[in-house]
Antibody
Framework: QVQLVQSGAEVKKPGASVKVSCKASGYTFTSHGISWVRQAPGQGLEWMGWISAYNGNTDYTQKLQGRVTMTTDTSTSTAYMELRSLRSDDTAVYYC??????????????WGQGTLVTVSS | EIVLTQSPGTLSLSPGERATLSCRASQSVTISYLAWYQQKPGQTPRLLIYGASSRATGIPDRFSGSGSGTDFTLTISRLEPEDFAVYYCQQYGSSPLTFGGGTKVEIK
């Protein structure tokens, strides 16, 4: 069965960086993409960007351009999301989710369990 | 950026009733690339509908999606107790992908 297992919760100080991992199993990793979505406490869903596990192409929301990098390691079927220069309003649950297409960000059919990132001094 | 506006913000209904949720886009959504997700408290979102009207794997047929262009609707024909949750629409026709603010369906 398809599973996306994310790394554990993180607590970071303002200005630091965080790198969240998302290990996929149960499907051919390079036949799909991975979107990253975050959800601040009590708020809605925010799409951060997407990476194709097929060719490594990425697309980030302009709001995070310059602070976010998404990568994949096809040898371990793992996706990574790094967010730099953290601010308090980056406090959120970060989700990885499988995109139902190899080379375009489409609907997401399987989601990781979420990783809580808390930014606090 | 396409802004998605969901209404109402909260829908108070009883089990067995019909729920109609609206998602309006600020500009036309390419090829009806519109999805709906359900999220229960403390859980991850679950894909219900993609392509505006296609049900995802394992989704009961009481959930249906319709619409095109800028106006989309999610209908739950008869609410079951497990359907009380928050519902989000998402467009994936143009970058950046965007979500609506959500509609909470609560028990009346």
């Amino acid at each position: 069965q398809v599973q996306l297992v994310q790394s554990g919760a993180e607590v970071k100080k303002p200005g630091a960086s965080v790198k969240v991992s998302c290990k996929a199993s149960g499907y051919t990793f390079t036949s799909h993409g991975i979107s990253w979505v975050r959800q601040a406490p009590g708020q809605g869903l925010e799409w951060m960007g997407w990476i194709s596990a097929y060719n490594g192409n990425t697309d980030y929301t302009q709001k995070l351009q310059g602070r976010v990098t998404m990568t994949t390691d096809t040898s371990t079927s793992t996706a990574y999301m790094e967010l730099r220069s953290l601010r308090s309003d980056d406090t959120a649950v970060y989700y990885c989710a499988r995109v139902d297409h190899p080379i375009a960000p489409t609907a997401t059919d399987y989601w990781g369990q979420g990783t809580l990132v808390t930014v606090s001094s | 950026e396409i802004v998605l506006t969901q209404s109402p913000g909260t829908l108070s209904l009883s089990p067995g009733e019909r729920a109609t949720l609206s998602c309006r886009a600020s500009q036309s959504v390419t090829i009806s690339y519109l999805a709906w997700y359900q999220q229960k408290p403390g859980q991850t979102p679950r894909l219900l509908i993609y392509g505006a009207s296609s049900r995802a794997t394992g989704i009961p047929d009481r959930f249906s999606g319709s619409g095109s262009g800028t106006d989309f609707t999610l209908t739950i024909s008869r609410l079951e107790p497990e359907d009380f949750a928050v519902y989000y629409c998402q467009q994936y026709g143009s970058s950046p992908l965007t979500f609506g603010g959500g509609t909470k369906v609560e028990i009346k």
